[in-house]
């Protein structure tokens, strides 16, 4: 089976030259074992954590050892009595073609209500991301404006449509012409920010929000936190999901420079982790599902073809390579 292993610490972004390609020879099953070979892998920014030394939420990926993030496959032998040949689950074991579980954090999905690749995405942890973040963190209210950043990504572009469901004013930001046009056009968005093409992204944000922002759900961290400070409203709510802006810095950021205005504003400010909710994953699926039947919610992927290529899918996250989820096609 082969498999792609780190083989180097990253200093600053990522290069295919930290990672290998490697063959391994699984062992046989045992009793209560099965068998699963990969159909698709997912591709995340917080992977970048993993590769750092040091202690973190999750602890790091070993150096010559298989990366591991979110995957589907279907089951192609067993000696379980709960899963058998054909079912297709989700499990943590990506980035290889074949794996040996005991059904230990593995679920079923069932291809007949959703595309097998959505639960790693609008289905799956990154639209439960966008869910947690606006449902549990911001406290979403009809009417809000909220500012979201990498506004076309696969937590972002869930998080600008359950806002819009809530009857919200959204501003998304995000880094192409056809990710503004999809904002636009499909994510319907109230207003949009190109911010590569922004000298002055805070000014922009102000111009477009005059009576200020509820909600920041930030993904991006640096910059964006800082003019989202700038134009909070008081009691404002910034969600910390992610600061992708800093994940490969070598430097720590000099943004944002105006944090203590969230005192004078009464910010409230919080971090959280998606798995710390699990508890809410089946009022997730209630309300996506609804969503998704109702059209209001729709999604891209951004498929990359071949495990050989996963390094460069991952790379692709820093340089805006993604509209919507990234995913890998295991051949
Ligand atoms: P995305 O699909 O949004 O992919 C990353 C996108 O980020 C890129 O396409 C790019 O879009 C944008 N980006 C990359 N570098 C920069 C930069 N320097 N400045 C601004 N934008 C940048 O990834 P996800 O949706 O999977 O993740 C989004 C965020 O959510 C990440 O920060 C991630 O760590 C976080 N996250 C947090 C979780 C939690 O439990 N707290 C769970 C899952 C994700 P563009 O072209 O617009 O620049």
Not at 163 to 175: D, E, L, N, T
């Amino acid at each position: 089976s082969r498999q792609i292993q780190l083989v180097s610490r990253p200093a600053g972004v990522p290069t295919v030259d930290n990672f290998e390609l490697v063959t391994v020879e699984l062992p046989p099953l045992a009793d209560g074992e099965f068998l699963v070979r990969n159909e698709w892998m997912s591709v995340d920014p917080y992977m970048r954590g993993r590769m750092k030394e040091g202690k973190s939420y999750v602890p790091p990926f070993e150096i010559g050892k298989p990366l591991e993030g979110g995957c589907i496959g279907k089951v192609v032998e067993s000696r379980h009595e709960c899963f058998s040949v054909g079912d297709y689950v989700l499990g943590n074991s990506g980035w290889r073609e074949y794996w040996i579980s005991n059904g230990n954090s593995v679920t079923k999905v069932d291809p007949e209500v959703a595309p097998i690749q959505s639960y790693l995405g609008v289905l799956g942890m990154t639209g439960f991301t966008a869910w947690v973040g606006l449902k549990r963190i911001a406290n979403l209210q009809s009417g809000n404006t909220v500012f979201v950043s990498a506004a076309s990504g696969a937590v972002g572009s869930v998080a600008c449509q359950i806002a819009k469901a809530y009857h919200c004013r959204v501003i998304g930001s995000a880094g192409s012409d056809e990710k503004i046009l999809w904002l636009r056009e499909k994510a319907n968005v109230d207003e949009v920010i190109h911010y590569k093409e922004t000298d002055d992204l805070s000014a922009a944000l102000g111009s477009l929000a005059p009576d200020g922002i509820d909600i920041y759900f930030d993904n991006v961290g640096g910059e964006h936190l800082e003019a989202a400070i700038e134009h909070m409203n008081d009691f404002g709510c910034c969600v910390e999901c992610g600061m992708i802006s800093t994940y490969n810095a070598t430097e720590p950021p000099a943004a944002p420079r105006n944090l203590f205005k969230v005192i004078a504003k009464r910010i409230r400010m919080q971090g959280f982790i998606v798995r710390d909710h699990f508890a809410d994953h089946d009022e997730f699926l209630r309300d996506m599902s609804a969503w998704i039947r109702s059209g209001q919610i729709d999604w891209e992927e951004s498929v990359t073809e071949g495990l050989d290529h996963a390094p460069e899918a991952f790379i692709g996250l820093f340089h805006g390579s993604n509209l919507g989820k990234a995913l890998v096609r295991i051949g």
